[in-house]
């Protein structure tokens, strides 16, 4: 089953609000990734955890704050973001073992900073 | 400078036919290639993944890889409307990176 899920599919909030991004695997993956993408553009990596410890964050604001709870769960809590902040947020898994470490993605929130 | 080129496109074809979809890659250390489609305002999908040089086949899909060339490209037959969507390439990049290029868009016309 090569299901990754996200919620919530779409949310809107402003410049002072507090929230978070909930993405969840059960494909036995021990690798968890966040991206951004903007429209027209192709996903940029934000962050990964390999065995829940973050291994690679790509020098992203700290209003973005990730967390991972266990090998199944992936959060991305949201503090004072901006309108340039306004994108499709994607949550992928992949093995930490093997040749390919092909990454799944889940179907994405789409955030709206106002 | 880590980068991936690919035909923005649109990429037009009649149902039918057959689709060529071509990437470029710069990191002559990147042993794992995918290929992604994208259907507009959707999450990106794995399609096909190819790690030796060659052809891999799957389906209508068939992927081809030369290192020595760096380069990388995605063949669709009997193309359908179904299939229009942006084909994004991505080789990985060190442990766990993919480095997405700009995405193809392919429009299959009926």
């Known amino acids: 089953d090569t299901e990754v899920t996200q919620t919530p599919k779409h949310l809107v909030m402003g410049m002072t609000n507090k929230k978070s991004l909930k993405c969840e695997q059960h494909?036995?993956?021990?690798?968890m990734y966040w991206y951004k993408q903007k429209a027209k553009k192709p996903p940029e990596l934000m962050f990964v955890?390999?065995?829940?410890?973050?291994?690679i964050n790509e020098s992203v604001p700290s209003r973005f704050s990730p967390e991972c709870p266990n090998s199944s769960l992936l959060n991305l809590h949201l503090h004072a973001l901006q309108p340039e902040d306004s994108a499709l947020y994607l949550c992928?898994?992949?093995?930490?073992?093997?040749?390919?470490?092909?990454?799944?993605f889940g179907p994405g929130t789409r955030l709206t900073v106002t | 400078q880590k980068e991936v080129e690919q035909n923005s496109g649109p990429l037009s074809v009649p149902e039918g036919a057959i689709a060529s979809l071509n990437c470029t890659y710069s990191?002559?250390?990147?042993?794992?290639f995918f290929w992604y489609r994208q259907y507009s305002g959707k999450s990106p999908e794995l399609i096909m993944s190819?790690?030796?040089?060659g052809d891999k086949e799957d389906g209508r899909f068939t992927a081809q890889l030369n290192k020595a060339s760096q380069y990388v490209s995605l063949l669709i037959r009997d193309s359908q409307p179904s299939d229009s969507a942006t084909y994004l390439c991505a080789p990985r990049a060190g442990f766990q990176k993919l480095v997405f290029g700009t995405g193809t868009r392919l429009l299959v016309s009926p």
């Open positions: 494909m036995g993956h021990r690798a």
């Open positions: 190819i790690y030796s040089n």
């Open positions: 990191d002559r250390g990147s042993q794992s």
């Open positions: 992928a898994s992949s093995q930490v073992r093997g040749r390919g470490y092909e990454q799944y």
């Open positions: 955890y390999s065995y829940e410890k973050l291994s």
